[in-house]
């Protein structure tokens, strides 16, 4: 492939702190006598925010959101299920609001046990009882067979009943405030939608309404603490160019996009890496450019001046009166003779070949005036795409190339269209109309450009995205 002039890596930093919680900032009123020997030393969870909280009393509990989904560690359960050595233990977690929630925690090590809380409802406080069994001393959910876990102070119980506690987050996942309504406070899950434009003029903002690039590979790689990298998703883009990633926990993305197998496509883009916080919009974009070259299809002076050429302008091989809309055309550019006079054409063929043929860049308004001429034939006959862009030259389409090139000519003497617009060696407006006669002549020869659609690119396969 060729060198890309800006391949397109997005780097997009996730801070999604997603959802509710809270309710009162002190524990139970009271202790249950049943308060364990257990408490409460770990929560933690990969798609929703929490954090170890202490109210004003110092009693310890774990703020967590509404709606999450969490992994809860119980240490020192010693005072039941064979001093803390059963496979299995039963918890409730308590909920006067949502509802209790039953699991059954497994063994980590002596004592030490875990278990998934997946709210849905649950409000405000949430006591957790362990060790609930039925009669024949098995887990089971049955409220008031087992102990309350204790608050964690420093890596030991608390002596106060442990709790969860719903709260709101912000911006990676700081604690807000109580959430005593429950209904999702702080940011939602993320997702981030990439699109991918046919971009090929950098003086052009990035995006709609450029044409979209369906069936391109994407990826996407969350970037580690360590700075390692987790497992990518792959995606193709859609019939409008976009692909979107949804459902992202807090962190750091990397975006990529695959490389075109044929050598004639390129990236583009405005920016190379971008980091983004993202709390409360639910949905990063990010854009990626692209665009191909195609050989212009243009035809030469000589062409234009050959039998081929005149079957087209006078409708035979041998043909001597140029079709009426040509003299129209070409009367219409302000072009230059080799003395600088604005040239008239008549009907005549062979007289515009012979202006054509004897063009020189003695004067560069007449070999400006003979390559502006041929180019504005290949355009009208449908050999080459007016709306193309000429990346390696102007830096213009070919439509605002011709536009640029005959208001030179026009705009040479005070005389708009007229007077002696004579540019020899020396003259200042010589310089500008060398670099326009230059880049026509070359699109005249083919050269490569950016088509005005991306139908008119080459097909291609792709790299893999996620390998690269």
Known sequence: MKPNISKCIWTVCIAAA????????????????????????????????????????????????????????????????????NSTIGVIVHNSTGGNIYAVANYVSVGVYTFNVPLTTQCLTMPIEYCTHDSLGNPANLPGTGKFAQDDVNGVAGGHTGHLRTATFGDSCSYVGDDTTCQGGGCQPGSIRAYKYFHFDPAATLGSPEASLAGWPLCLTPINSDGSFGAPQSGTTLADGSYTWNNLTPGEYLVSEADANDPNWFHNSDTSVIKVVHCGDPQITVLFGNYCTVPSGGLTLGFWSNKNGCKILTGSTTGTVLNPDVVTLLNGLCLRDANGAVHTFTSDYSKFRSWLLSATATNMAYMLSAQLATLELDVKYGNVDGGAFDISCSGMTINELMTAAKNSLSNCTATPCGGTCSVLSGNTQRPLMEMYKTCIDKINNNADVVPSNPSKCPSTTYTDACAQ
């Not at 409460?40 to 909280?53: A, D, K, L, R």
């Not at 202490?54 to 039941?80: E, K, M, P, R, S």
């Open 18 to 85: 997603l959802v509710c919680t809270t309710g009162s900032t002190a524990g139970a009123k009271g202790q249950p006598s049943n308060l364990g020997s257990a408490f409460i030393s770990n929560v933690t969870s990969s798609t929703n925010c929490f954090q170890s909280n202490t109210n004003g009393g110092g009693i310890q509990f774990w703020d967590v959101q509404a709606g999450g989904i969490y992994t809860v560690t119980l240490t020192g359960v010693t005072d039941c299920a064979s001093q803390g050595n």
